[in-house]
């Protein structure tokens, strides 16, 4: 494979680096902030975010595992530690095949709403302030553009 | 808190939503194709990856986990984890009370060899080619505005 690697210029690995670092260091920093303030992780309230935007609160496990780009049985395992927290419940669902349901408890939902305006704070210090609209336009259109081509690539 | 929180506009909330579904798409997806590909994951390859840009190829952990935004906990467990699969050794320094230090191995170096032309060709068509140069280039700059403020944030 070697021979045919296409390196990256350094151009391109410059703009790859800043995105790699700005990746480690904006959701490190937002969640040992949110975790500081709430005590719920990034993949906490990343799960809480999904299941608090669906009708009732309820999605299949494998559903949340593809909406958050995980493995089944990271999301599994996770939302095994989170019930143990009484974040949410799951709910077997041995009659259609598709597998169990993940449901938010009140529990859950009071943590979000705790954890929301930290979140919320931390994300326009961190990422909204230090950019003019005009920049976070650009932000979001190559990001979007990025997300379709991950999509049309789809293994 | 709540009543004084800025809620974020539906813009600037697009533009965060944008970059959370990158970052988790983008590493979600590249992490798998590398693991699939040459065994390591996201962190190790991240791991290997500072450490085969130092001298000697060693770091104290402590430094590595401050490079990574990781907890130093997390990066000793992580660590540990490594040095069993033979790709790091962990050397205790007992005498400047700074902490122990990990050195990359010959066969550490012989993965991320391995494993570099595959991450290369996925960054490139997952990441580089569906931009522009100019998109490349106002990208890296507000990666790196963004970055700036998390230094200056610095708890």
């Known amino acids: 494979m070697t021979e045919t690697t296409r390196w990256l210029t350094e151009t391109e690995q410059h703009a790859w680096r800043s995105f790699v670092r700005l990746q480690d260091k904006l959701v490190g920093r937002l969640g040992r902030e949110v975790q500081a303030e709430s005590g719920l992780s990034v993949p906490d309230y990343g799960v809480l975010v999904h299941l608090t935007e669906v009708p009732e609160g309820r999605l299949r496990i494998l559903e949340l595992a593809r909406a958050m780009e995980w493995e089944k049985s990271r999301m599994s395992?996770?939302?095994?530690?989170?019930a143990k927290r009484g974040l949410v419940v799951?709910?077997?669902c041995i009659d259609d095949g598709r597998g169990a349901f993940v449901v938010v408890t009140p529990a859950g939902r009071e943590a979000i709403?705790?954890?929301a305006p930290h979140h919320v704070e931390a994300v326009r210090r961190?990422?909204?302030?230090?950019?003019?609209?005009?920049?976070l336009a650009v932000f979001a259109q190559i990001s979007n553009r990025i997300l379709e081509q991950l999509e049309k690539d789809r293994p």
């Open 113 to 115: 709403a705790t954890a």
């Open 126 to 135: 961190l990422f909204i302030d230090p950019l003019s609209p005009a920049e």
């Open 90 to 92: 799951r709910e077997e």
């Open 77 to 82: 395992h996770h939302i095994g530690r989170m």
